[in-house]
């Protein structure tokens, strides 16, 4: 062999590796580099999450996405679920027990059976959903009714709302 074959040879193979770290090395470390940097800012949006968690429950005031929330006042609280109840055609039988004081909150117990076709039933539960009242829902159930397309639903929770 020449040197000038192995002077081509020695550039081939140097051509060869250019053409390897441009193609094959480069975009695996770009492709890294871009993964750390979206880590490192999900990191840094569950350290804020985590910080807003805490702030929220070392407050004892309402929260900010909670901007009105009524007084509970039992007898109001009732009349709205059967105002809405009729208003979407379901009939309504209403449990509500007197307010206590939960922490810095007053929480009153209720509970809905209720009946009527399965469309009037969820424009009632987004009605409920959007209403003023902070609503937690802790039990939930769904039966077929006896007539058709009818539904009998019974649900019970609490209403929160801060002290008069």
Known sequence: MNTRTIKIILIAFALAIVVFVVLGVYPLFSDIQEQSQQFILYKKS????ALRMNELAASQDLPSYYPIVRPIEPLDFVEFLEKEAEATNLYVKTTAFPPKKEEAWLAADFGLDLSGSPSDFLT???????????????????????????IQASLSGKVYGKAF
């Not at 569950?46 to 999450?49: F, W």
């Not at 959007?130 to 009714?145: E, P, T, V």
């Open 46 to 49: 569950r350290e804020e999450l």
């Open 124 to 150: 009632f539960l987004e009605k409920l959903e959007s209403a003023s009242y902070l609503i937690n829902i802790s039990s939930f159930n769904i039966l077929k009714g006896e007539e058709e397309n009818t």
